[in-house]
């Protein structure tokens, strides 16, 4: 298992082997994390990500860093909340899974986490988190050394920091 760190701030900003996007269907760009993430890479990000074809909800692609500090971006696709009946836990974990399982298959040492399905697409933090968490510490032994949660706002922050007892 990897060992996990809480940070809060931009995850454009730092330098791991991977950070990971929590990205649309389409690949193609969007809101919230998914913008910045674009925005920071520049535009050859996007021609990478046309190529993927777009990406079904709870799996799990990687592209290239380009202009941000990370060398790769994984892109996953959480599940948009309808009330938690609807598959949404189980989307999440596959969403965790799936993108530590790119991240090992590739030799990658460290990985950070936006809170994924948190923002527009409504999934409760409160139930997301110990989702997050109980994936980095159900993964077994691979290349992955560490892995951090990065909360962009307060509120996020607590959410995890009690989760984790930092
Ligand atoms: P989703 O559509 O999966 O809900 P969002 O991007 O709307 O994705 O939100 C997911 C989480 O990412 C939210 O907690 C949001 O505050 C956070 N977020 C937004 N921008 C950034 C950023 N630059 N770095 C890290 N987290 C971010």
């Known amino acids: 298992m990897p060992s996990i760190?809480?940070?809060?701030?931009?995850?454009?900003q730092l330098a791991v082997d991977a950070i990971v996007n929590a990205a649309n269907n389409s690949l193609l760009g969007g809101g919230g994390v998914d913008g910045a993430i674009h925005r920071a890479a520049g535009?050859?990000?996007?021609?990478?990500?046309r190529a993927l074809k777009g990406c079904e909800t709870g799996q799990a692609k990687i592209t290239k860093g380009h202009r941000l500090?990370?060398?790769h971006v994984i892109h996953t696709v959480g599940p948009v909340w309808s009330g938690g009946s609807r598959n949404e836990d189980e989307l999440l974990s596959l969403c965790y899974k799936n993108s530590l399982q790119l991240a090992a298959?590739?030799?990658l040492h460290s990985i950070a986490f936006p809170s994924i399905s948190t923002g527009v697409y409504g999934f409760p933090v409160?139930?997301?988190?110990p989702i997050a968490v109980r994936e980095i510490r159900?993964?077994?032994e691979s290349s992955l050394e560490k892995a951090i949660f990065v909360c962009f706002d307060s509120a996020t922050m607590d959410v995890y920091r009690k989760i984790l007892k930092l």
């Open 5 to 12: 760190e809480l940070y809060q701030g931009d995850i454009t």
């Open 43 to 49: 535009p050859d990000l996007l021609v990478e990500c």
């Open 69 to 71: 500090k990370a060398k």
């Open 105 to 107: 298959q590739n030799g």
């Open 126 to 129: 409160e139930r997301a988190a």
């Open 138 to 140: 159900n993964f077994g």
